[in-house]
C-alpha cells in the first residue's frame, strides 16, 4: 500500500516562508495535491499536479517536486494561511487515493 | 458555481446501516467522477471510494470494502453512499468531492455528520 509522510507541524512567523514536505514511493510516478484545511470548513485544493496553481489561489502558494518527495511552499506567510495542510496522491493504478496525515502550520 | 451538498448523516447504532446523499449543481455531473472522503472527530482526511461518469466504474478503500456501495443517479445530479455493518471507527465527517481529469478533487462538499454509537 502506498503511505505519505508529512511533518505533524511547522511554525513560521508572518512573512517568512514555510515549507511542508510529503514523502511517498508514490511519487514520481503520480502526481501530489495539495489541499488547505481550517477549522470547521471543508479542504480546499491549492496545488494540483504537483505545481500548478488552481484559479483564486494566492501567488504566495508554490509546489514542487523532486524525487519521492513533494513540496508545498508559501511565500510571505499571512495569519490566514493557519491552517492544516494535506498532500494526496494516487495508487500505481490512479484509482486508490492516498492523503497524508496533515500539517499544521502555525503563524507565530 | 459548482455546490455539492451532502445529506443522510445521523446518529446510527453500531452494525446499523445509513445512506449518504449529495447534490450536485453548477457542472455537468455526468461528465465527472465523484468521491467520498472522510474524516474522524480530531483526525485527518481519508478517502472511501469513488466512481466514473458513468458510474460503471467503482473504487473503495480497503477500510470499508464489502461494507459500503458508491453509487450515482446521472438524471438526478445525485451521489450515493450506501453503509452497512456500521462500526465505531466509522464515525466521521463524510465529503462529498468532484474529481476532475486535470486538476484532482477540485470541490468539496461541507460534508455531514455520521456517528455510530456502541
Known amino acids: 500500500s502506498y503511505e505519505l509522510t508529512q511533518p505533524p507541524s511547522v511554525s513560521v512567523s508572518p512573512g517568512q516562508t514555510a515549507r511542508i514536505t510529503c514523502s511517498g514511493n508514490?511519487?514520481?510516478?503520480?502526481?501530489a495535491y495539495w489541499y488547505q484545511q481550517k477549522p470547521g470548513q471543508a479542504p480546499v485544493l491549492v496545488i494540483y499536479?504537483?505545481?500548478e496553481r488552481p484559479s483564486g489561489i494566492p501567488e504566495r502558494f508554490s509546489g514542487s517536486s523532486s524525487g519521492t518527495t513533494v513540496t508545498l511552499t508559501i511565500s510571505g506567510v499571512q495569519a490566514e494561511d493557519e491552517a492544516d495542510y494535506y498532500c494526496?496522491?494516487?495508487?500505481?493504478?490512479?484509482?486508490?487515493?492516498?492523503f497524508g496525515a496533515g500539517t499544521k502550520v502555525t503563524v507565530l | 458555481e459548482v455546490q455539492l451538498l451532502e445529506s443522510g448523516g445521523g446518529l446510527v447504532q453500531r452494525g446499523g446501516s445509513l445512506r449518504l446523499s449529495c447534490a450536485a449543481s453548477?457542472?455537468?455531473?455526468?461528465?465527472?467522477?465523484m468521491s467520498w472522503v472522510r474524516q474522524a472527530p480530531g483526525k485527518g482526511l481519508e478517502w472511501v471510494s469513488s466512481?466514473?461518469?458513468?458510474?460503471?466504474?467503482?473504487y473503495y478503500a480497503e477500510s470499508v470494502k464489502g461494507r459500503v456501495t458508491i453509487s450515482r443517479d446521472n438524471s438526478k445530479n445525485t451521489l450515493y453512499l450506501q453503509m452497512n455493518s456500521l462500526r465505531a471507527d466509522d464515525t466521521a465527517v463524510y465529503y462529498c468531492?468532484?474529481?476532475?481529469?486535470?486538476?484532482?478533487?477540485?470541490?468539496w462538499g461541507q460534508g455531514t455528520l455520521v456517528t455510530v454509537s456502541s
Open positions: 468531492a468532484k474529481i476532475s481529469a486535470a486538476a484532482g478533487i477540485d470541490y
Open positions: 453548477g457542472f455537468i455531473f455526468r461528465n465527472y467522477a
Open positions: 466512481l466514473s461518469g458513468s458510474g460503471v466504474s467503482t
Open positions: 508514490a511519487f514520481p510516478k503520480q502526481y
Open positions: 499536479k504537483d505545481t
Open positions: 494526496q496522491s494516487a495508487d500505481s493504478s490512479g484509482t486508490h487515493y492516498v
